[in-house]
């Protein structure tokens, strides 16, 4: 567990520095691809997000959601992935998405610093976007 201090920008400057965003998306995306057959299913995507903890914080559900809620809840998040109803999310529709909330998150932060707990892996966004500030900052200034 990793106590880090974030704001709406910290998480907008991850989201739009491309090419650090994308990796660690395509990356998250590998893991979750437990069958590696290149998408993910409705169970893959369900995994992904008790993992995250990324939809309980955006849509503000805790720990006491009963799991019928939770099933209904991962559902139409799961709808909301897969765009072209295909019945599995594929890299485009899963980075997509993901940029989507985390933009999402970040109007919800403003500008007002708060501190979260989170836990210390790499399949979490906000973590890597608090890791990928806190790099930013420890890098020497330009004179
Ligand atoms: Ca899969
Ligand atoms: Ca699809």
Redesign the pocket.
């Known amino acids: 567990m990793a106590v880090v201090i974030i704001d709406g920008s910290t998480v907008r400057d991850f989201v739009n520095d491309e090419a650090h965003f994308k990796k660690s998306v395509d990356e998250t995306f590998a893991k979750l691809?437990?069958?590696?057959?290149?998408?993910?299913?409705r169970s893959?995507l369900r995994k992904a997000f008790e993992t995250m903890r990324l939809i309980e914080s955006h849509f503000g559900i805790d720990i006491v959601t009963p799991p019928e809620q939770l099933t209904q809840l991962y559902d139409s998040i799961f709808e909301k992935f897969d765009c072209d109803k295909s019945g599995?999310v594929d890299l485009e529709e899963f980075r997509s998405e993901i940029k989507k909330i985390l933009l999402a998150i970040a109007d919800g932060l403003g500008s007002s610093p708060i501190q979260m707990a989170l836990e210390d892996d790499n399949q979490n966004f906000l973590k890597q976007a608090a890791d990928l500030e806190a790099s930013k900052l420890h890098q020497p200034s330009p004179a």
């Open positions: 691809d437990l069958n590696s057959d290149g998408v993910l299913s893959e599995t």
